[in-house]
Each structure stands twice: as C-alpha cells, then as structure tokens.
C-alpha cells in the first residue's frame, strides 16, 4: 500500500501533538491539578462527565491547540485521560457543557497551578547573568485582545528569572488595572535583587512601584523623555531603539563605583530586553500581532491566560533543567541609598 505524503504529514503531527499533551501531564500530574482545584474550593460533590481535573487539562491543551475546537481538544485530552488511567471512556462533551464546566471552575485553580509549578521549580533553575548576593529580575509583558472589538483587553504581567524568562509570580489586568497589578507585583522584589524595566514599560506608576520595593534598578529611558527618577544615567550606555528610531539611555540605581561597568549593565540590559523579546513571541502571532482570547467572559478570558502562561511555564523549566551554569557573574555592589 503507497503512503501519501499527505497521510504521513497527518500522522506525524498527530503523534507531535499526543507527545505534546503527554509531556503536558507529566509537567502537571493530577496530584497537583486536584491541590490545585481544592485549595481553590472548586472539588465537586459528585463524578460530572467534566470533573474539575478534566475541564483543567482542557485549559492547559487549550493553551497549547489555540486554533483547535472544543470538541477535538475535549477528544485529545479524553484520550490522554484514558490512557494515563486517570478517567474511564466517556462521550465527547458538547460545547456548551464545557462552557458551563468553565464557569464552574474559574481562573483561579490555573493561578494556584501556576504558584505552585514555580514554588517547585524555585531555586532549581540558573539564569545566564548573575551577580553574587544579588538576584537580577525582570518585568515582562504581553498585551491580549479580545474577540469583542468594543472592549480593551488584558495584559499579562510577568516578574521573571534571572535570565529574563523564568516566570517566578505574575499578574493578568485589565485596562484600567496596571497600575495594582505593577504594585502587586513589584512587591515581590526587594534590596536584595536587582530589577531591570525595558524602555517600552516604564512609567511613572512602575518606577514609583520599583523604588518603593528598594530593589536596584536598571532601566532604559528613549531620549527627550521626561526624567522619572534621580536615578543617574550609564555612562556611554546607549542603546539604539529600532521601533522608534530614538536612542535608548539607560540608568541605574547601583553606585558607579561598583565592579559593574557601563559596558557590563548595557549587556545585561541587552540581554534583558531579547529575552523579553522572546517571552513575546511566543505569545504573538505573525509579525508581533497580539494573541487573541476566544473566551467571551471576562472570568474564562483570564482563565486563557492563565492557561497560556502555563504552557510557557512548562516548555522553559522543562528546557532549564539541561541548562549550563550561568555564564557570567560579578561580586555584590556595596549598597547606597539614592534620594529620589
């Protein structure tokens, strides 16, 4: 019998995908979903044809199939299921009884998944950049759209690793909620680590954030763009902004006497600002578009998110653990208060 190329196309991608979906549940066993759902007090009295654990995996392949349908993504996961003698044999749910299923568990079992995937991982995982004594973090970012064009969407905010894409906490806002998202989350940093802000995201609310946490700082200004700090500038540290065509000054919180040179901190910066790069497109679409959210609510289209994060979160952590050790390190800056 002749194989097609077609026939054998179809194959190959249904063994990647099934691969995909098994590494996602080793990533998530069901010992930590089901913690997960019951500490967020959404276990269900009685068996449902879409118990709690399930309606979570369909999330998380949900993350990972975005241009799939409900149906084939229930099916996927159903047959992972079975195999991993986690559930017995059951019809394929309809649309809207995994809508339903969706409303019952919320986001929050997603965000206490994903607390707990980085409280497991915290400390096992090296970044390329590091200072002794001083732990180097970074804020990323990625903006979502919705389906409905009338109202704004959400940006999911990201305090990450030493390498710029380790997520270690992380926040999803609406439009009008930045600014307590920024707080929240910069309160996780404090004078032991040393917080870099790319160029694109600063503003006053996340400057007044990270100086309030009395983390260092090291952040990028475009020129002509009004001082946000006392904060003193690198000296010839002078990135070029390809987006907008200006010139990006960086500055820093550590004191110029440190062992850290500007040649150093524009690297670091550097490095930063292509990982945040990175961590963005993998959420983007084709040239940088924004993702968009198909959920139609506003509790199901934070829960995409959050399923979404988790797939980032198990493809990074699953490629660290075969990392090297960090390729650069320098001794810890005395630490001086700067006078805002």
């Not at 392949?61 to 059951?90: K, N, Q, T």
């Not at 993998?282 to 509790?299: A, D, L, Y």
Request: hydrophobic fraction near 40%; proline fraction near 7%; glycine fraction near 8%.
């Amino acid at each position: 019998m002749t194989t097609t190329a077609c026939s054998h196309e179809a194959v190959t991608e249904r063994f990647a995908d099934r691969l995909a979906l098994e590494l996602l549940f080793q990533t998530f066993p069901p010992q930590m979903v089901d913690a997960a759902v019951a500490a967020s007090g959404r276990s269900e009295q009685r068996v449902r044809l879409l118990p709690a654990r399930t309606v979570v995996y369909f999330m998380l392949a949900m993350g990972l199939f975005p241009d799939l349908g409900y149906a084939e993504i229930a099916r996927r996961v159903g047959d992972v299921l079975v195999r991993w003698d986690i559930s017995p044999a059951r019809q394929v749910p309809t649309t809207a009884a995994i809508s339903r299923a969706r409303a019952k568990l919320g986001a929050e079992p997603l965000r206490r998944l994903f607390t707990a995937l980085t409280t497991q991982v915290a400390g096992t995982t090296e970044g390329g950049d590091c200072v002794p004594g001083l732990q180097v973090r970074g804020l990323m970012n990625v903006d979502f759209a919705v389906l409905d064009p009338r109202k704004a969407g959400y940006r999911l905010m990201v305090l990450a690793g030493t390498d710029g894409l380790g997520p270690l906490h992380a926040q999803v806002a609406g439009a009008g909620d930045l600014g307590r998202c920024a707080r929240e989350l910069l309160s996780q940093v404090g004078p032991r680590d040393l917080l870099v802000l790319h160029h694109d995201i600063v503003d006053s609310e996340v400057i007044r954030a990270a100086s309030a946490s009395g983390a260092w700082l090291l952040y990028g200004v475009r020129d002509g763009s009004p001082p946000l700090t006392m904060a003193p500038s690198v000296p010839g540290a002078v990135l070029r902004d390809t987006a907008s065509g200006r010139d990006v000054r960086l500055r820093t919180t550590l004191p110029s006497s440190g062992p850290l040179a500007g040649a150093d901190l524009a690297l670091l910066y550097e490095r930063y600002a292509q990982s945040r790069r990175l961590f963005q497109d993998q959420h983007n679409g084709h040239k940088g578009v924004p993702p968009v959210i198909r959920s139609r609510t506003p509790e199901a289209e934070e829960q995409e998110i959050w399923a979404r994060l988790l797939i980032h979160c198990a493809t990074y952590y699953r490629r660290e653990r075969h990392a090297g050790p960090p390729s650069r390190t320098h001794p810890l800056p005395a630490r001086q208060d700067v006078t805002d």
